[in-house]
């Protein structure tokens, strides 16, 4: 299927080729890693936008209390993406590692093994915050209204949890093997088709919060349904041929390979669930300075999400690339690769953080529709702060996408909880009880992201991810005994 031309991919594409021409990059890997990181980017945008139209729609129907009730129900809800993405590091880890090598027959046993990981540990979470999602709620606020607002939100998102987690093994698998596009497709056109149900139930049933998370659920469903009937037909209406086709009747429960998703997976979860359980604590203090700069901080975290979607790119595109020279068995060109993909990246989030930082106002005040609202310039401010976070956000991630890649993913778990739970809530917590003020929630911000850039970078730069690669490639006997 010929594909058009994207302005979107040609913009990435100009950036990578501008460093090519002062030397940074070769650009040979920049059109490779454009190939591979824009339709990332794109569903990022689109997934990223869904989540703040849903706070939007939420925040214009309802008001400030339902807006910070989402908010306490978001860290429950991201707990489905920290258990799926981190075992689908292990998908991508092994997929793109045998398609690099061609040991084509054992892409499907890896596939498969990674839906058997991922529904075993999902559908016991989405019991839990469906029975009782009023206690899960009331860790964090006290206010009756909000915990009804984040309590009915819970409940029906529960049933989303696992199709959550099983769109992310879905996604890696074919960037895994060289194709950004058919997810691009997939799951950037369940986020439009959620935003278009939120708006029918919201809006037009006046269904509120509950309308905001069925319209999650049923987006969910969709591109779980999409993305295994194009395993299982080898094509999709839309992007037609695939690169790859499984027969998804085969063996789930292959030990060995179970054991090597896990254990790849493992600290990507614990990494993934950093931030996902430090919301709790963090939202907590930020709960300390009032409704008003909660709402302002659920607004910026919507926007940072969105500003955040190149890293999605960039760190999928160097698990790809540098686990298929892995597999080849091509170590240096795996290196050029990580090398490259990080100031690629950085340079992208500093020309998208410029863009945001001019437009802060505006895109503010689009969630509550007033410009007076209280909130706005907490907001604002939050975005600013969001905007300098952004560049240490930028090696953070690519350099953890090329260690997640060989199979080393504990020293970015460890860089992310030193992040978070040694600087960024540390700071916030003192903001919240002495002079410092609101200050400490801004430094919290960019400590959250410079503490882990710092670590990932050096990690990769010693090189052992090499060696620990080895384990995990196909011809291994290591991973399979």
């Known amino acids: 299927m010929q594909r058009l031309p994207n302005p979107f991919r040609a913009l990435v594409l100009y950036i990578g080729l501008a460093l090519a021409r002062v030397g940074l990059v070769s650009g040979e890997r920049v059109r490779r890693t454009t190939d591979l990181a824009w339709p990332r980017i794109v569903t990022g945008i689109a997934r990223m936008s869904k989540n703040a139209v849903d706070v939007a729609m939420v925040g214009l129907a309802l008001g400030p209390v339902a807006i910070a009730g989402v908010g306490f129900a978001t860290p429950y809800w991201g707990l489905a993406f920290s258990l799926g993405g981190g075992f689908a590091a292990g998908t991508i880890a092994l997929v793109s590692q045998r398609y690099g090598a061609e040991a084509y027959d054992d892409l499907g046993l890896a596939i498969r093994a990674s839906v058997a990981v991922v529904l075993a540990v999902t559908v016991p979470v989405a019991a839990v915050f469906y029975a009782v999602p009023e206690p899960l709620i009331r860790v964090m606020s006290d206010d009756p209204a909000t915990v009804a607002y984040g309590a009915d939100y819970l409940r029906i998102l529960a049933f989303g949890v696992p199709f959550a987690g099983l769109n992310l093994v879905g996604s890696r698998v074919y960037i895994g093997v060289d194709d950004a596009w058919t997810p691009?497709?997939?799951?950037?056109?369940?986020?439009?088709?959620?935003?278009?149900?939120?708006?029918?139930?919201?809006?037009?049933?006046?269904?509120?919060?509950?309308?905001?998370?069925?319209?999650?659920?049923?987006?969910?469903?969709?591109?779980?349904?999409?993305?295994?009937?194009?395993?299982?037909?080898?094509?999709?209406?839309?992007?037609?041929?695939?690169?790859?086709?499984?027969?998804?009747?085969?063996?789930?429960?292959?030990?060995?390979?179970?054991?090597?998703?896990?254990?790849?997976?493992?600290?990507?979860?614990?990494?993934?669930?950093?931030?996902?359980?430090?919301?709790?604590?963090?939202?907590?203090?930020?709960?300390?300075?009032?409704?008003?700069?909660?709402?302002?901080?659920?607004?910026?975290?919507?926007?940072?999400?969105?500003?955040?979607?190149?890293?999605?790119?960039?760190?999928?595109?160097?698990?790809?690339?540098?686990?298929?020279?892995?597999?080849?068995?091509?170590?240096?060109?795996?290196?050029?690769?990580?090398?490259?993909?990080?100031?690629?990246?950085?340079?992208?989030?500093?020309?998208?953080?410029?863009?945001?930082?001019?437009?802060?106002?505006?895109?503010?005040?689009?969630?509550?529709?007033?410009?007076?609202?209280?909130?706005?310039?907490?907001?604002?401010?939050?975005?600013?702060?969001a905007c300098v976070a952004s560049l240490p956000q930028a090696v953070k991630g690519a350099t953890a996408g090329a260690l997640d890649a060989s199979g080393d993913t504990r020293w970015p778990f460890y860089s992310q909880a030193i992040g978070m739970f040694g600087c960024a809530i540390p700071l916030a917590y003192l903001g919240a009880t002495t002079s410092l003020g609101i200050v400490g929630l801004y430094l919290s911000f960019v400590a959250e992201t410079a503490a882990p850039a710092a670590i990932n970078y050096r990690r990769f730069a010693t090189g052992k991810w090499k060696s620990i690669s080895r384990d995990f490639r196909p011809e291994s006997p290591v991973a399979d005994d």
């Not at 969910?220 to 790859?244: C, H, M, Q, S």
């Open 184 to 385: 691009m497709l997939v799951r950037a056109g369940g986020a439009l088709s959620n935003i278009a149900i939120n708006a029918a139930l919201v809006f037009g049933l006046g269904m509120g919060v509950v309308g905001a998370a069925m319209g999650t659920v049923l987006a969910n469903v969709l591109v779980t349904a999409a993305f295994a009937g194009g395993l299982v037909a080898g094509r999709l209406p839309l992007a037609g041929d695939l690169p790859i086709q499984v027969d998804l009747r085969g063996r789930y429960l292959d030990r060995p390979t179970l054991r090597d998703i896990v254990r790849i997976g493992l600290p990507v979860v614990g990494r993934n669930s950093v931030w996902t359980v430090a919301k709790f604590p963090m939202l907590a203090v930020v709960a300390l300075f009032g409704p008003t700069v909660v709402a302002g901080y659920v607004i910026a975290r919507r926007v940072w999400g969105i500003m955040n979607t190149p890293g999605w790119g960039f760190g999928l595109a160097a698990s790809s690339l540098v686990g298929q020279e892995l597999g080849a068995g091509d170590e240096r060109t795996a290196e050029a690769y990580g090398r490259d993909i990080v100031r690629f990246s950085t340079a992208t989030y500093a020309v998208a953080a410029a863009i945001v930082a001019l437009l802060a106002h505006p895109i503010v005040v689009s969630f509550v529709g007033d410009a007076g609202d209280p909130s706005v310039p907490y907001a604002v401010a939050f975005v600013y702060a």
